[in-house]
T-cell receptor, first 114, second 112 residues
């Protein structure tokens, strides 16, 4: 069974631009969560999607948004990039209902904002 | 902001020794999980312990949970160089198993 796939793995943007990151969950998993990891703030929850609906949202500004498609693939978007948005963005999938509670993480998308 | 604190922040040991790292959290939980992260990579789930459990084992891993003290510990026995990684505890403080609050992490270095 293929794992969680995130694309792109690395990208460089400049301030003011926008970026879209993609996540393909494990086959059969209906929940996709997104986390931001920075040296200063650590791992922080962004949002979670289940069956194309956002179920939970972390404490991030509206510049951070996401969506989930009918095949459970998810995208997150960050608009008007700021230097502080430089981070490793991690996607995690899970069954969403029942299951073990374990999250399966992708390798992440490392965003650098210049 | 992070809700969990882990200590030590960094730990360096020799191969074959045991490594213990601790995690504290602030509010009631349903379960607590431990994850490992190799440098710059994704997180790998190690073990989950439910709030009604006190101890759990998985291979060389032993996790304890003390809900009265709101703390957990992860013990790795007979450490190997391949265990070198950052270790994070994660709790479902909001009651959602998929909205995890991660601790600050312990960087473990196992010297050959």
């Amino acid at each position: 069974k293929a794992g969680v796939t995130q694309t792109p793995r690395y990208l460089i943007k400049t301030r003011g631009q926008q970026v879209t990151l993609s996540c393909s969950p494990i086959s059969g998993h209906r929940s996709v969560s997104w986390y931001q990891q920075t040296p200063g703030q650590g791992l922080q929850f962004l949002f979670e999607y289940f069956s194309e609906t956002q179920r939970n949202k972390g404490n991030f500004p509206g510049r951070f948004s996401g969506r989930q498609f009918s095949n459970s693939r998810s995208e997150m978007n960050v608009s008007t990039l700021e230097l502080g948005d430089s981070a490793l963005y991690l996607c995690a999938s899970s069954q969403g209902q029942g299951g073990t509670g374990e999250l399966f993480f992708g390798e992440g998308s490392r965003l650098t904002v210049l | 902001s992070q809700q969990g604190e882990e200590d030590p922040q960094a730990l360096s040991i020799q191969e074959g020794e045991n490594a213990t790292m601790n995690c504290s959290y602030k509010t009631s939980i349903n379960n607590l999980q431990w994850y490992r992260q190799n440098s710059g990579r994704g997180l790998v789930h190690l073990i989950l312990i439910r709030s009604n459990e006190r101890e759990k084992h998985s291979g060389r891993l032993r996790v304890t949970l003390d809900t009265s003290k709101k703390s957990s510990s992860l013990l790795i026995t007979a450490s190997r160089a391949a265990d070198t990684a950052s270790y994070f505890c994660a709790t479902d403080l909001t009651g959602s198993a998929r909205q995890l609050t991660f601790g600050s992490g312990t960087q473990l270095t196992v010297l050959p």
